[in-house]
C-alpha cells in the first residue's frame, strides 16, 4: 500500500534553514507528483509547492517563491524541501501529499513533521 | 487566487442526523473541488474530488455536489468517527490550488 514517510520534528531558530524529507513506497515513485502542503497551529491548510519526479520539475506558491527548494531523488524515493530564513510564522505542521491524474487531487498524506521556529 | 470560503465555522449536528456543509468559489471551479476530513494530530484524508466522487473506501453516507461557485458536502447520517473539520479545495487551478477554512463537525 501507499506510504508517505517524512522526517521527524525540528526546532530552529529564525534565520535558520531546514531541510524536510519525504519518502514514498507502495508505488511507482516517478509516476505521481509530490505536494508539500503546511497547517499553522489552528489554522487552516496552505499548499507551498510540488515537484514531479519524473524530471524533476517544480512549481511554488508565489509566497515561497525563492526561499522553498524541492528536490527529489529517484535512488530512494524521496523528496526534500528545503527552505531558509525561516520565521515564527512558519511554525507549522509540514506535510507531504501524493496528487494523482491531471489536477491537484491529495490522495495520500504524509504523517505530517512539525517545524518549530522559536528563538 | 481563488477564494473558498466555507460556511458555517462550526456546525453542532446530533449523532444519526444530515450536516450539509456548504463552500462558496471567488469565480468559477467547474466541477474541480475536493472536500477532506481532517481529524486532530492527523493529516487531512481525502473524501471528494471532481465536485461529487468519493474517493477509494470513503462511506457512501459522505456525498457531493454542486458545480461553478457553490458546492455542498452532505453527511447523512453522522457517525462518531465523521465528528472532524473538513476542508473544501480547488483543483481547477494549476498548480497553485487553494482551500478553505474549514468546517468544524462537533457533537451537539
Known amino acids: 500500500q501507499v506510504h508517505l514517510v517524512q522526517s521527524g520534528a525540528e526546532v530552529k531558530k529564525p534565520g535558520a534553514s531546514l531541510r524536510l524529507s519525504c519518502k514514498a513506497s507502495?508505488?511507482?515513485?516517478?509516476?505521481?507528483?509530490l505536494h508539500w502542503v503546511r497547517q499553522a497551529p489552528g489554522q487552516g491548510l496552505e499548499w507551498m509547492a510540488l515537484?514531479?519526479?519524473?524530471?524533476?520539475?517544480?512549481g511554488y506558491a508565489q509566497k515561497f517563491q525563492g526561499r522553498v527548494t524541492l528536490t527529489r531523488d529517484t535512488s530512494t524515493s524521496r523528496v526534500h524541501m528545503e527552505m531558509s530564513s525561516l520565521r515564527s510564522d512558519d511554525t507549522a505542521v509540514y506535510y507531504c501529499?501524493?496528487?494523482?491524474?491531471?489536477?491537484?487531487?491529495?490522495?495520500?498524506w504524509g504523517q505530517g513533521t512539525l517545524v518549530t521556529v522559536s528563538s | 487566487e481563488i477564494v473558498m470560503t466555507q460556511s458555517p465555522a462550526t456546525l453542532s449536528v446530533s449523532p444519526g442526523e444530515r450536516a450539509t456543509l456548504s463552500c462558496r468559489a471567488s469565480?468559477?471551479?467547474?466541477?474541480?473541488l475536493a472536500w477532506y476530513q481532517q481529524k486532530p494530530g492527523q493529516a487531512p484524508r481525502l473524501l471528494i474530488y471532481?465536485?461529487?466522487t468519493r474517493a477509494t473506501g470513503v462511506p457512501a453516507r459522505f456525498s457531493g455536489s454542486g458545480s461553478g461557485t457553490e458546492f455542498t458536502l452532505t453527511i447523512s447520517s453522522l457517525q462518531s468517527e465523521d465528528f472532524a473539520v473538513y476542508y473544501c479545495q480547488e483543483h481547477h487551478t494549476w498548480p497553485r490550488v487553494t482551500f478553505g477554512a474549514g468546517t468544524k463537525v462537533d457533537i451537539k
Open positions: 515537484i514531479n519526479p519524473n524530471g524533476g520539475s517544480t
Open positions: 469565480q468559477s471551479v467547474n466541477s474541480n
Open positions: 471532481g465536485a461529487s
Open positions: 507502495g508505488y511507482t515513485f516517478i509516476n505521481y507528483i
Open positions: 501529499a501524493r496528487s494523482f491524474g491531471d489536477y491537484v487531487v491529495l490522495d495520500y
